[in-house]
């Protein structure tokens, strides 16, 4: 049914109004013929609304005066009456033809990019890789083999873990894995220590296996043995095991900065303008002046790619280029707002650094006066497990 309809789209097809005293009649009869309706509405108990197809509608004169029925056309639609109502604007089909040319021809290339999934290596990169491969914007779908770029991607780049590649209407979806950083690995069957990868106050230690060097309260440095592997014994000698265990330290994180007591500030006015332009692939025509009506402003440009259907982009960008007015404001701190206005660009630094699977337990403040302002450090101190194994050559 639906595949006769989408035909009837393309050959033509009416809508059409019935009037008489025997529709059900009239229906059931188009039923028995198998002649297709559409869209049928009754108004009343003796109008009926419907749409055929041209080749159907030809079959209806027998059935309207068997079932005593008068037919009307309300409207004709579908390609041949488009055709023929602009067969005197040949410009205007001349045009529709070459857009409809246009966007098939466009549509067997990749007019945009989209990367998911990465976070510590940037878009940027990700693109060159790709287009190292000979993915890029502009490249043409049947030459592109997507099992070979990934093959190669996986080759060049041992921080991916994983990569894969979709290509749907003129977009290419990439989706990327990073690969974790994994620490070296000691064989079990090795023998080996614990030692400090940072300074700090031992709080706790836990030894499954080995001997344990320090206890708490202690301190260690960089390097210092938690856990021996060496084992000695009166009677027995010398013996090495596999260190296994935990320990857990209070270490210090501190950052500095200073701020001034006067300095120069920049403010939007609230003003701002707005320019345009289109970008077809990599030519760009600007809709404005190249100079800015303020003296001084900030700049943010978005693009926006143009697309008919979600993953149907062509290679026309629309350009927003916004300027916003800015002055210089002059700003005088106390003592008391420079230390706050230190403190929060300092824990914001501090927070990055430590993580949010650590426990702080302890923050210090030092400002220290200067002549155009303070110095101010704030240091946190964390607990969390430190230790890394050392293999014992023996």
């Not at 005088?332 to 430590?354: M, N, P, V, Y």
Request: charged share 30%; glycine share 6%.
């Amino acid at each position: 049914m639906f595949f006769k309809i989408l035909v009837s789209h393309l050959l033509g097809y009416m809508n059409i109004v019935v009037e008489g005293y025997f529709i059900e009649r009239f229906m059931n009869s188009c039923i028995s013929k198998k002649i297709l309706l559409w869209n049928v509405k009754r108004e009343k108990a003796s109008i009926l609304y419907a749409n055929i197809g041209i080749k159907d509608f030809k079959r209806l004169k027998k059935i309207a005066k068997t079932t005593k029925c008068k037919v009307k056309i309300q409207e004709k639609k579908g390609l041949p009456f488009l055709i023929k109502r602009y067969q005197k604007r040949k410009l205007f089909f001349i045009c529709l033809v070459l857009i409809f040319l246009a966007i098939f021809v466009l549509s067997n290339f990749i007019w945009n990019i989209e990367v998911t999934g990465n976070q510590k290596i940037s878009q940027t990169e990700i693109l060159e890789l790709l287009e190292k491969q000979g993915l890029k914007i502009g490249s043409m779908k049947g030459n592109i083999d997507t099992k070979q770029v990934i093959q190669k991607v996986r080759l060049e780049r041992d921080d991916i873990a994983w990569i894969g590649i979709e290509l749907t209407g003129t977009n290419a979806i990439v989706e990327v894995v990073e690969a974790e950083e994994k620490p070296d690995m000691i064989n079990p069957e090795e023998f080996c220590n614990i030692v400090a990868d940072a300074e700090g106050i031992i709080t706790e230690v836990k030894a499954l296996n080995g001997i344990p060097q320090v206890k708490k309260g202690d301190i260690v440095k960089k390097g210092d043995i938690l856990i021996s592997g060496t084992i000695e014994g009166k009677y027995t000698g010398v013996s090495y095991v596999h260190s296994e265990g935990e320990v857990e330290a209070k270490i210090w994180y501190s950052e500095k900065t200073e701020v001034p007591y006067r300095e120069q500030k920049i403010e939007r006015t609230g003003l701002e303008e707005k320019r345009y332009g289109i970008k077809i692939n990599n030519f760009q025509i600007n809709f404005y002046k190249t100079l800015s009506n303020f003296e001084k402003y900030d700049t943010i440009i978005e693009n926006k790619k143009l697309k008919l259907f979600s993953d149907f982009y062509l290679p026309i960008t629309f350009v927003t280029k916004r300027n916003y007015e800015t002055k210089v404001k002059d700003v005088t701190h106390s003592k008391e707002e420079a230390t706050d206005i230190g403190i929060q660009e300092l824990e914001s630094k501090l927070k990055e650094q430590i993580g949010e699977d650590k426990q702080v337990v302890d923050k210090h403040v030092n400002v220290k006066e200067k002549e155009q302002g303070i110095e101010v450090e704030l240091v946190y101190e964390v607990l969390e497990k430190i230790g890394t194994k050392e293999k014992i050559e023996v």
